[in-house]
């Protein structure tokens, strides 16, 4: 299956600054997963988009599915130091297998 | 506490030794899925369980195999173990075989001397 390209790799802001990561697909996604990495921890599932536009929020966490349900974003509003850790997206292929991003690290600048 | 168990929690070994790493899905869950992932770099998916068959396989060494057994527990066994194997191996569980929503068990650290 197609991979999905997330970006950027790592991202450094500080206390208070938004966060954001992306993720392309070249091909139409039927749906994308986002999960959350603490450091030392294991991938925790945050959300499911399904639908070409959903705009879903948790807290100050807001998930975007693209129209063409080919991108997805997770934008983080004014980050706390309990935001630390990695973000994957995942998405389904054909063989309903998770194809995972890379992940994008938001490390707090001290 | 996501539901799955892994034992053991870390693991240390030499090259060339086998180790067993075990793995308990969520109650009710029939798909079992094991994962490395090297320092700080991302997932790679290794192989996939669904009610005891093998379902599907990604970047799995030769030198790797796993079972899942008929109460659903699972097993990844690691032979002729090289430096380059120490990582965190996950195991993850979902209700079915499909995209569904992944639980992951806090992970076995292997570190291969």
């Known amino acids: 299956g197609q991979q999905v390209m997330q970006i950027p790799q790592y991202q450094h802001v500080q206390e208070g600054e938004d966060f954001t990561t992306y993720c392309n697909s070249s091909t139409t996604l039927s749906n994308i997963q986002w999960y959350k990495q603490r450091p030392g921890g294991h991938p925790v599932f945050l959300i499911q988009l399904v639908k070409s536009g959903e705009v879903k929020k948790q807290k100050r966490l807001t998930f975007q599915f693209g129209e063409a349900k080919k991108n997805s974003s997770l934008h983080i509003t004014a980050t706390q130091t309990t935001d630390v850790g990695t973000y994957f997206c995942?998405?389904?292929?054909?063989?309903?297998?998770?194809?995972w991003g890379a992940g994008t690290k938001l490390i707090i600048k001290p | 506490d996501s539901g799955v168990t892994q034992t053991p929690k870390h693991l240390i070994t030499a090259t060339g030794q086998r180790v067993t790493l075990r793995c308990s899905p969520r109650s009710g869950d029939l798909s079992v899925y094991w994962y490395q992932q090297s320092l700080d770099q991302g997932l790679q998916f290794l192989i996939q369980y669904y009610n005891g068959e093998e379902r599907a396989k990604g970047n799995i060494l030769e030198r790797f195999s796993a079972q899942q057994f008929p109460d659903l527990h699972s097993e990844l066994n690691l032979s002729s173990l090289e430096l380059g194997d120490s990582a965190l191996y996950f195991c993850a569980s979902s209700v079915d075989w499909s995209t569904d929503t992944q639980y992951f068990g806090p992970g076995t650290r292997l570190t291969v001397l």
């Open positions: 995942a998405r389904g292929d054909s063989n309903y297998q998770l194809i």
